[in-house]
């Protein structure tokens, strides 16, 4: 939701947050915050995500219990939870966007040469793709209990400008006699 309603592309920082883990397994919870830089309707930004145990506090949810999949937006003007509830004072606002006529009917109609689906991997899936995969490289940082350092990352090149040994996460180096074609 937050990925597509913000435009939230080409994050310059990822930091992580973790229980610790051995780098073969995945840690118990890790909390992973994203910067993006502004574009040309919003200002610059900072996503924080929650996985496994951890949750925000309940202040910072104005006594929400967050659950399984608790999605909460933090604006200028107040907070959006779940997707409907507004909180601390947010008023509602007419906000115009297509209308899906759902997954499958998009993909058939993208399929017969009509519009793309919403979820196109040049415009939405692979920009996604990144934003997730950049996070999991925080948490790789992020091995030892605590808060790893933090990713200065580039977005054109897919590569960390300040972390070392990433590269070979990024993109696998085969041994002799194995390629991989492009």
Not at 2 to 17: K, V
Not at 18 to 35: A, C, L, M, Q, R
């Amino acid at each position: 939701m937050a990925f597509m309603g913000l435009d939230l592309r080409n994050p310059i920082s990822i930091q992580a947050e973790t229980s610790g883990h051995n780098k073969d397994s995945f840690p118990k919870w890790s909390i992973v915050t994203y910067e993006f830089p502004a574009n040309d309707w919003r200002a610059g930004l900072k996503l924080v995500w929650y996985d496994g145990g951890k949750k925000p506090s309940q202040d910072l949810c104005e006594g929400k219990v967050p659950g399984a999949e608790g999605k909460l937006v933090i604006g200028d003007k107040g907070k959006l939870w779940g997707y409907t509830e507004l909180l601390g004072g947010a008023e509602p606002v007419d906000v115009e966007f297509p209308q899906s006529p759902g997954h499958f009917e998009e993909w058939v109609r993208a399929i017969q040469g009509g519009e793309p689906a919403v979820s196109n991997f040049p415009d939405y899936a692979g920009p996604l793709a990144e934003v997730v995969v950049a996070g999991n490289l925080a948490v790789w940082v992020a091995a030892e209990e605590g808060q790893g350092e933090k990713i200065q990352w580039d977005s054109e090149n897919l590569k960390a400008t300040n972390v070392t040994g990433l590269e070979s996460l990024i993109k696998p180096e085969y041994r002799e006699g194995y390629t991989l074609d492009a």
